[in-house]
């Protein structure tokens, strides 16, 4: 019995001492006060980004476009060179196949860094965008005393007050109610 209670006083002692220190040690660190960001909506929802989407978009359908008129135009070529494949000397014929092939290999080229100019527009855009957010982030932070701020894709479960979309959507808006969205040549 005496056991059982040297025990249960070492236990007790214990608790208090690992509760003593857990307070003396948390006394170094801030209250920790969290915001939740929903990143993707302020990426789609923004006055910024949907104007640059629509940009985007514009200056897509376009290259498409022009593509789709390269595309035939290479077709046509390529149609016309076995055409003449039957009248023209075999040497001549080498020639001109192999002007095609390089032609062709350009195009392609060309056809690709047209294709990745538009994945660059999205990126700078969206990198435009972050760069706007970030005082606005540390703005609000400071003025309610959030002290983490973590995007709602990685919180399982939280309180609606603790986020701050729609709010840093407002001063987003404000601060950045447009990109300028142009191809670089």
């Given at each position: 019995?005496?056991?059982?209670?040297?025990?249960?006083?070492?236990?007790?002692?214990?608790?208090?001492?690992?509760?003593?220190?857990?307070?003396?040690?948390?006394?170094?660190?801030?209250?920790?006060?969290?915001?939740?960001?929903?990143?993707?909506?302020?990426?789609?929802?923004?006055?910024?980004?949907?104007?640059?989407?629509?940009?985007?978009?514009?200056?897509?359908?376009?290259?498409?476009?022009?593509?789709?008129?390269?595309?035939?135009?290479?077709?046509?070529?390529?149609?016309?060179?076995?055409?003449?494949?039957?009248?023209?000397?075999?040497?001549?014929?080498?020639?001109?196949?192999?002007e095609y092939e390089e032609k062709v290999q350009n195009y392609n080229i060309e056809r690709q860094n047209k294709?990745?100019?538009?994945?660059?527009?999205?990126?700078?855009?969206?990198?435009?965008?972050?760069?706007?957010?970030?005082?606005?982030?540390?703005?609000?932070?400071?003025?309610?005393?959030?002290?983490?701020?973590?995007?709602?894709?990685?919180?399982?479960?939280?309180?609606?007050?603790?986020?701050?979309?729609d709010e840093v959507i407002k001063k987003l808006n404000k601060a950045?109610?447009?990109?300028?969205?142009?191809?670089?040549?």
């Open positions: 019995m005496l056991n059982k209670i040297i025990n249960v006083k070492n236990i007790f002692t214990l608790i208090a001492f690992l509760i003593s220190y857990t307070v003396s040690y948390a006394d170094n660190y801030p209250n920790t006060s969290i915001g939740v960001l929903d990143l993707n909506k302020v990426l789609l929802e923004s006055k910024a980004a949907k104007n640059a989407a629509e940009e985007i978009d514009e200056i897509a359908k376009n290259i498409e476009n022009e593509l789709i008129n390269s595309d035939e135009n290479m077709i046509k070529e390529q149609n016309k060179l076995v055409e003449a494949q039957s009248i023209m000397a075999p040497e001549a014929f080498e020639l001109k196949r192999k294709l990745i100019s538009v994945d660059k527009l999205v990126e700078n855009s969206r990198n435009e965008i972050l760069t706007f957010l970030k005082p606005i982030l540390e703005e609000i932070s400071e003025t309610k005393g959030i002290t983490v701020i973590l995007e709602k894709g990685t919180v399982l479960l939280n309180a609606e007050t603790m986020d701050i979309t950045l109610p447009k990109i300028d969205v142009s191809l670089e040549e």
